[in-house]
């Protein structure tokens, strides 16, 4: 679907009034922070709202997909604890894990290894 160009002018238009009125989920104040960390300067409030939402849809995402991945790891353990009780059993909680956030991570191209004295268990 192609749109023209005053359409997509006119979108762009939009989002950045939308940004600039509308703070996101990471505050300015966090963003900033974080910004200035990695060497971005922008004195631009709508630009640096911009990467906070971009940055809240990428942790949105990898939570969503950490808790899939553990949903599906626990189904299996139900389902392997049932087979060897001989019957069903009541679900168990989804907790979610460190390895569960690794693959999703994993998913998205970022690779994380945790140091051998975190505890997950």
């Not at 060897?84 to 569960?100: N, Y």
């Amino acid at each position: 679907m192609s749109t023209a160009p005053q359409d997509q002018n006119r979108l762009t238009v939009e989002l950045l009034q939308a940004l600039q009125s509308n703070p996101c989920a990471i505050n300015d104040e966090l963003a900033d922070h974080y910004l200035k960390r990695t060497g971005f300067i922008c004195p631009d409030i709508r630009v640096k709202r911009l990467m906070a939402l971009a940055t809240q849809k990428f942790l949105t995402d990898v939570l969503a997909d950490s808790y899939q991945v553990a949903r599906l790891r626990q189904a299996s353990r139900d389902r392997k604890v049932a087979a060897a009780a001989g019957g069903s059993s009541k679900p168990t909680k989804v907790v979610l894990t460190t390895q569960d956030l690794t693959l999703a991570l994993a998913d998205s191209g970022v690779h994380l290894c945790k140091p051998e004295y975190f505890a997950d268990k």
